[in-house]
């Protein structure tokens, strides 16, 4: 068995990513502060200045990901002055212009979203996740994802007309259509780009709840074991920790001491108790919640 490497990194991000070798990172999964946001953590940026934070932060990290590697950017605009502010839509065109591919956008769907009461919106339960990558070729292992396909297949594929037999263009000219019988026999599909999970309401040790089961599902998704998982905004480590958990090597960056010097603690931690763990399959069993820390 090969040995899985997680390499931790204090600082800040934009000059410690200059230490990682060029094409050498298979997954970058990370969420930055979101602008006016964390301030009493990271300082919040401002929605105006955001773009010119970020973009020297991305052209390193356009660097250190493989031709075949994917980026997974967990963000979402803030309000002002009753208005959603434009700072993510302007990031994704400057990011295209630096020379990413903007491939696809995942919605993270808050199942537990905090109820609350606004004058002119109801209250945040997503957010988005875009997926970047260096050209539309990329590692991508759709089968590590499937879904059961439900009971509704029982009742709706017993008895099938003619038309369910053959594909049945939309009558709208959409140019979109479905053949129904395609979906006999199978007991999983391919999941839609929306991810239902909840946050984690019980962390005390982080400003910004951070599920494991997201970095989870991305790296089942666009990695395989032995692989390198980075997160340049490491938190309080959920992806290292999830990354290490997986049999992928994993690199992160933190610039609060006392994040840094948790995230250290716990993964000395995590490979005393991993030597005695039996292998678990995380494309099939769920992470416990008492494991979830960042």
């Known amino acids: 068995m090969k040995e899985i490497k997680t390499e931790l990194f204090f600082g800040d991000c934009t000059k410690e990513l200059k230490k990682l070798p060029d094409n050498s990172i298979d997954l970058i999964v990370t969420s930055p502060p979101y602008a006016d946001q964390r301030k009493s953590t990271y300082g919040g940026i401002h929605p105006n200045k955001y773009v010119n934070w970020f973009m020297p932060i991305s052209k390193e990290l356009l660097r250190v990901l493989k031709p075949t590697g994917t980026f997974i950017l967990n963000i979402k605009e803030k309000v002002v002055d009753g208005e959603r502010s434009t700072y993510v839509m302007e990031l994704v065109l400057e990011m295209r212009k630096q020379g990413w591919f903007w491939t696809e956008e995942f919605i993270w769907h808050k199942k537990n979203s905090f109820p609350g ?36 297949a029982k009742s709706r594929l017993k008895n099938l007309s003619t038309t369910d037999k053959k594909r049945d263009n939309a009558k709208n000219g959409s140019g979109f259509g479905k053949n129904v019988s395609n979906w006999l026999g199978k007991d999983t599909v391919y999941p839609t780009n ?5 946050t984690e309401c019980n962390n005390k040790n982080h400003s910004a709840a951070f599920p494991e089961e997201l970095p989870e599902w991305f790296i089942n998704l666009f990695t395989t074991e032995y692989d390198t998982v980075l997160d340049p905004f490491a938190g309080s480590g959920t992806t290292l920790f999830v990354a290490k958990r997986m049999a992928r090597n994993s690199v992160g960056i933190e610039i609060v001491p006392e994040y840094y010097d948790m995230i250290k603690e716990k993964l000395e931690i995590e490979s005393q108790y991993i030597l005695f763990e039996e292998r678990a399959d995380y494309g099939k069993n769920k992470l416990t919640k008492s494991n979830s820390i960042r």
Do not use: C, T
């Open 117 to 152: 009461k606004w004058s002119n919106r109801f209250r945040d339960s997503w957010e988005r996740l875009l997926q970047f990558n260096k050209a539309k070729q990329f590692n991508m292992y759709q089968d590590a994802v499937k879904v059961p396909i439900g009971d509704w």
């Open 194 to 198: 929306v991810l239902h999970l909840a």
